[in-house]
């Protein structure tokens, strides 16, 4: 059985890649129109667009912590540093300040960027601007010169300020809103000048359009910056003037805060001066009303002499019992008195025999003995001279009776004293523990506040130091140089053409292709 020839025969709605290649090449005239077409005027865009120039400068921006720099830098050379929050440094916040309103402010009023020349294209130099004001103005201005030298003045959409006047006299001074023009009264001055005027924001824009501040590759702490004019002096010009401002801004900066940082470290060390002062004065008046010079070394002194005094307490306890257990059995011997020869055996307690009176009254008593006893033999009891012997030894041994009697007393008047003096050292000894603590205390202030005050006239020397010897952190490495007139950044004539014969094709080919289809639905 035979296949339906319908499914033999390819179908006139569907052609092959061949015959559909061959069916567009027929269309070659609508195709070859729409190239031409394409590419004449990306050739014609390409010639007749007005050049930019490019200049570029390279920094080195150095870390504020030195050596954490170094580290940051190499944490941030990992890879998956920036997920880990390690990407972002102080160089980006750099970065940021080079990109910042401000400085893009400080050019466009330095150079009047408000004022786009448009003919001739090197009219910038003819002219003398100045921003004066607020950059509200805008619209297009043209100025043909007159036979006196001066300008007719055509303004065209103007807006944002009071239009400017009809004439401009010769070596006058036009105002624009926050702008004063002048054009230099010169022979060779053009004898048309057109000029944009441009609103603040308007020409912010176009400076953030075509300025680039971008770190280096590498995690380096280079930074480029640059920028893209139609005039190459301008584009070179402004990108001196936003590293000089930023630098001179950093700069200064750095100075106050270095500044300010020396004179606030000065301030604290001068108040802590005066807590030393304070802490020294009050230890010393405690030493003085406490009578407190080095408490260890007084308490060691306090007990030394207890233990002095006790063991005299004890040996002079020990002297008085023995001395009054000998009065006490030499007493009942003298029969009250009657028999003062027993009172001479008080001669020969060890503390009185080493007594010289005493040694001198028993040198005596054995004089006087021994006279009485020559006089015995040739004397009776009755002799005078013999009785006057006997009442002289009597009255010696009494003597004596009394000196032992008096040194007694002198031992018990010792021990009071002893005695007293041990109460006296124990209450100063109580106190001691309470005056060695303030003391201590009083001391760690002083050599707390001492030690704080010696950071800080360290501190204050390195800053100082630091103030003196600061280095410019902030290095040109390439500075901006003024492009070529035959080197514009844009347009490049055969980068531009090249891609402008690949989109004339490309749309050729896409035109040839839809025609095609189109006609195959109909």
């Given at each position: 059985m035979t296949a339906p020839a319908s499914s033999q025969e390819p179908s006139l709605h569907d052609p092959s890649l061949r015959e559909l290649s061959q069916r567009v090449a027929r269309r070659w005239r609508p195709m070859l129109a729409v190239a031409v077409l394409i590419f004449g005027a990306v050739a014609a865009w390409t010639f007749t667009a007005a050049p930019r120039y490019l200049s570029a400068a390279l920094l080195r921006i150095d870390s504020r912590s030195g050596a954490g720099g170094g580290m940051l830098d190499q944490l941030q050379s990992l890879p998956g540093a920036s997920l880990a929050g390690l990407g972002k440094d102080e160089l980006e916040t750099e970065i940021g300040v080079l990109h910042s309103r401000h400085l893009a402010d400080a050019a466009i009023d330095s150079f009047s960027l408000a004022v786009r020349v448009r003919e001739p294209k090197d009219g910038r130099r003819f002219l003398e601007l100045a921003t004066v004001g607020e950059l509200d103005a805008g619209g297009r201005l043209t100025l043909e010169r007159a036979a006196d030298g001066g300008y007719r003045?055509?303004?065209?959409?103007?807006?944002?300020?009071?239009?400017?006047?009809?004439?401009?006299?010769?070596?006058?001074?036009?105002?624009?809103?926050?702008?004063?023009?002048?054009?230099?009264?010169?022979?060779?001055?053009?004898?048309?000048?057109?000029?944009?005027?441009?609103?603040?924001?308007?020409?912010?824009?176009h400076v953030d359009k075509r300025m680039e501040v971008r770190r280096q590759d590498g995690g380096s702490r280079l930074v480029l910056v640059s920028f893209e004019d139609e005039d190459r002096h301008l584009a070179a010009a402004v990108v001196r003037q936003v590293i000089s401002q930023f630098m001179r801004e950093t700069e200064q900066r750095e100075s106050n805060d270095a500044t300010s940082q020396?004179?606030?470290?000065?301030?604290?060390?001068?108040?802590?001066?005066?807590?030393?002062?304070?802490?020294?004065?009050?230890?010393?008046?405690?030493?003085?009303?406490?009578?407190?010079?080095?408490?260890?070394?007084?308490?060691?002194?306090?007990?030394?002499?207890?233990?002095?005094?006790?063991?005299?307490?004890?040996?002079?306890?020990?002297?008085?019992?023995?001395?009054?257990?000998?009065?006490?059995?030499?007493?009942?011997?003298?029969?009250?008195?009657?028999?003062?020869?027993?009172?001479?055996?008080?001669?020969?307690?060890?503390?009185?025999?080493?007594?010289?009176?005493?040694?001198?009254?028993?040198?005596?008593?054995?004089?006087?003995?021994?006279?009485?006893?020559?006089?015995?033999?040739?004397?009776?009891?009755?002799?005078?001279?013999?009785?006057?012997?006997?009442?002289?030894?009597?009255?010696?041994?009494?003597?004596?009776?009394?000196?032992?009697?008096?040194?007694?007393?002198?031992?018990?008047?010792?021990?009071?004293?002893?005695?007293?003096?041990?109460?006296?050292?124990?209450?100063?000894?109580r106190i001691l523990p309470e005056q060695q603590m303030q003391y201590i205390r009083l001391v760690r202030d002083r050599t707390i506040a001492s030690e704080t005050y010696l950071l800080l006239l360290k501190q204050l020397k390195q800053a100082e130091i630091a103030d003196a010897i600061r280095l410019q952190r902030i290095r040109i490495i390439d500075a901006p140089l003024v492009a070529s007139a035959d080197d514009p950044e844009f347009p490049k004539p055969l980068v531009q053409l090249v891609l402008g014969a690949l989109i004339a094709a490309a749309a050729a080919l896409g035109l040839g292709v839809f025609l095609e289809l189109w006609s195959d639905r109909r």
């Open positions: 003045v055509i303004a065209d959409k103007w807006k944002g300020a009071p239009p400017p006047p009809p004439v401009l006299a010769r070596g006058d001074t036009l105002r624009l809103g926050g702008l004063r023009l002048r054009v230099n009264p010169d022979s060779s001055a053009p004898t048309r000048i057109v000029l944009d005027i441009l609103p603040r924001y308007r020409i912010r824009a020396v004179s606030e470290l000065r301030q604290q060390a001068n108040d802590q001066k005066a807590r030393v002062r304070d802490a020294e004065e009050a230890l010393r008046q405690y030493q003085q009303s406490a009578q407190v010079l080095a408490p260890e070394e007084q308490a060691n002194q306090q007990v030394k002499r207890v233990a002095l005094l006790n063991a005299q307490v004890d040996a002079l306890t020990i002297e008085r019992r023995a001395l009054a257990q000998m009065i006490d059995l030499v007493r009942p011997r003298a029969q009250g008195g009657r028999e003062p020869g027993a009172y001479r055996q008080l001669a020969t307690f060890p503390s009185l025999i080493a007594n010289k009176g005493i040694q001198d009254l028993l040198n005596s008593l054995i004089t006087l003995e021994n006279k009485r006893a020559e006089l015995a033999v040739r004397r009776t009891e009755d002799n005078d001279e013999v009785r006057g012997l006997n009442q002289r030894i009597a009255d010696l041994e009494r003597q004596l009776q009394r000196i032992s009697d008096q040194y007694l007393e002198g031992l018990d008047q010792q021990l009071a004293t002893a005695s007293q003096q041990i109460r006296a050292i124990a209450d100063t000894t």
